[in-house]
């Protein structure tokens, strides 16, 4: 196998920029001005009734992704987890920006590589970068992105919205994310929740970032209820026990609850509509004075246990 | 002089959240859902023919600004930083979103501080915060800012409409931003931004963030434009050089072209909306052919200088 040649250091601003564009879809229509002005100009799609969303994530190396990560993945990683917070409110993504601080002895074979990661799920999930910045640091590398999106008004599902009586349900299957690496190559639930934010029975619903054992307790607490969960009725990766599928983290599966009297004509329509991705009844909703269910507790960021 | 106690370090995010909200303006109406689901929901406030701005911004620690610079001075830079580019479009700012990569073993002091110096800024300037995320990192303090903004589409001025003829202009006076501190306290030029905006004879404008030899040189680039300075018409601060004024950047003073024509009468106007911060023409905007200033070069982010 050929050994392959790195490419020196980008020796300007420029020159960097010129080799990131070229791994990045084409800007949508809607972009008047991208990289190359004081800021980004969009012309706003959103017609009547439709809500523009926010939302901005970092992944910092030795926290986020370990050491020696290809960074094609680091960059898919980058865009996909921001696109599947914007899913988890039933939207669509539209516009990033990506501040990227690495290390002065970056090549551009690693700035290609992360760019290759970046565009690959830009153009996967119809997104334009349309800015951002390269800075150098002495500190590991960091990752910022920032990304818009919108949803019409009555699509919206917030974490908020749960009532006692409603299913908890999720997507997928749930656990070993890191150890499988799946964390890096996860495709966000964009149709599927494009598809649920469709679904008046859809009462609340967010991602699972930190693990069902740290995130359902928040959609409880934003919505003042109480849950139960059925250990052995959780859709587990395999080789995952109950422990890992709760506490794991990193599933960027979407979590849901879905009114009671809803659920047997959305699980038909479900099946129909996404085949491949299993929607699973997990536990119910309970009024507020009732005592949840005790789940193993997932990633906090403030103590990041993952490395 | 009583000692400031120091206090311990927040224990959750949840605590560090709450925290950092006791520093910042209330959100404004449009803003629906700020901290605590999935992302930021907004009720867009844009009418026909009004644009959407986006800009990401970073500070890096030791890059930025030096060890040692207080909290809330950093806060403040912070934020105003893409104040000023937003300013520079002719736009006004709406959204905040802020992400801060800091220690492990910072306290509760210092987070106050640095919320203390982005409330501030946002309060002053109308932003609302509406999102942002706290991760821990064993480098050097990381904050990334991204800001929205908007413009009626008829005051949107662009880096690339100068025509040979106009006068270049700039807002204040230039250099030693570094030395007098200025780097940290200044004030985005927005009311002055908006005004220009809505001056049909202002041809192009940008915010001078690198110094005037770096980036007038983008925007006779953008222009397809050259460009001569008269070097002794620069308005500079007090101590400064000619060198030290193009040269030391930071300034986040406006930079703009003006059809000849429309001098007079732009000039006389800006003398009572502005009577405080001078207005000066330093050159004029030259056919694409001729020979620009040889102008001392400023920051380049790629190759830090300052610190």
């Given at each position: 196998?050929?050994?392959?040649?790195?490419?020196?250091?980008?020796?300007?601003?420029?020159?960097?920029?010129?080799?990131?564009?070229?791994?990045?879809?084409?800007?949508?229509?809607?972009?008047?001005?991208?990289?190359?002005?004081?800021?980004?100009?969009?012309?706003?799609?959103?017609?009547?009734?439709?809500?523009?969303?926010?939302?901005?994530?970092?992944?910092?190396?030795?926290?986020?992704?370990?050491?020696?990560?290809?960074?094609?993945?680091?960059?898919?990683?980058?865009?996909?987890?921001?696109?599947?917070?914007?899913?988890?409110?039933?939207?669509?993504?539209?516009?990033?920006?990506?501040?990227?601080?690495?290390?002065?002895?970056?090549?551009?074979?690693?700035?290609?590589?992360?760019?290759?990661?970046?565009?690959?799920?830009?153009?996967?999930?119809?997104?334009?970068?349309?800015?951002?910045?390269?800075?150098?640091?002495?500190?590991?590398?960091?990752?910022?992105?920032?990304?818009?999106?919108?949803?019409?008004?009555?699509?919206?599902?917030?974490?908020?919205?749960?009532?006692?009586?409603?299913?908890?349900?999720?997507?997928?299957?749930?656990?070993?994310?890191?150890?499988?690496?799946?964390?890096?190559?996860?495709?966000?639930?964009?149709?599927?929740?494009?598809?649920?934010?469709?679904?008046?029975?859809?009462?609340?619903?967010?991602?699972?970032?930190?693990?069902?054992?740290?995130?359902?307790?928040?959609?409880?607490?934003?919505?003042?209820?109480?849950?139960?969960?059925?250990?052995?009725?959780?859709?587990?990766?395999?080789?995952?026990?109950?422990?890992?599928?709760?506490?794991?983290?990193?599933?960027?599966?979407?979590?849901?609850?879905?009114?009671?009297?809803?659920?047997?004509?959305?699980q038909r329509r479900w099946n129909i509509a996404s085949p491949e991705v299993?929607?699973?009844?997990?536990?119910?909703?309970?009024?507020?004075?009732?005592?949840?269910?005790?789940?193993?507790?997932?990633?906090?960021?403030?103590?990041?246990?993952?490395?």
């Open positions: 196998m050929k050994k392959a040649r790195k490419r020196p250091s980008p020796k300007s601003e420029t020159e960097l920029l010129e080799m990131i564009s070229l791994q990045l879809p084409k800007p949508s229509f809607d972009v008047l001005t991208a990289i190359g002005d004081d800021c980004a100009v969009i012309r706003p799609s959103f017609s009547k009734g439709s809500l523009e969303l926010l939302k901005t994530d970092a992944l910092v190396e030795g926290v986020h992704f370990a050491k020696g990560t290809p960074w094609s993945k680091v960059g898919w990683k980058a865009l996909c987890r921001p696109i599947s917070d914007i899913a988890a409110m039933g939207g669509a993504p539209l516009h990033a920006l990506i501040t990227v601080a690495s290390s002065p002895l970056w090549r551009s074979s690693e700035w290609s590589a992360l760019y290759r990661g970046i565009g690959k799920a830009a153009r996967e999930f119809g997104v334009s970068v349309v800015g951002g910045e390269t800075v150098r640091s002495p500190g590991p590398l960091f990752l910022s992105v920032t990304l818009t999106g919108n949803v019409p008004k009555k699509n919206l599902k917030l974490r908020s919205g749960a009532t006692p009586g409603d299913l908890i349900c999720v997507t997928g299957k749930l656990g070993g994310s890191f150890k499988s690496g799946r964390h890096l190559t996860f495709q966000p639930r964009v149709a599927e929740g494009r598809w649920l934010g469709g679904e008046h029975g859809v009462t609340a619903m967010m991602d699972i970032s930190d693990g069902l054992g740290s995130d359902l307790p928040k959609l409880a607490k934003e919505s003042d209820c109480s849950f139960r969960i059925a250990p052995d009725g959780l859709p587990l990766n395999q080789g995952c026990s109950f422990h890992q599928g709760v506490s794991d983290g990193e599933d960027y599966e979407l979590l849901l609850t879905v009114a009671a009297k809803s659920w047997p004509s959305l299993p929607l699973t009844p997990i536990g119910v909703v309970l009024p507020p004075g009732e005592k949840s269910s005790l789940l193993p507790i997932g990633f906090d960021h403030m103590n990041p246990i993952a490395s």
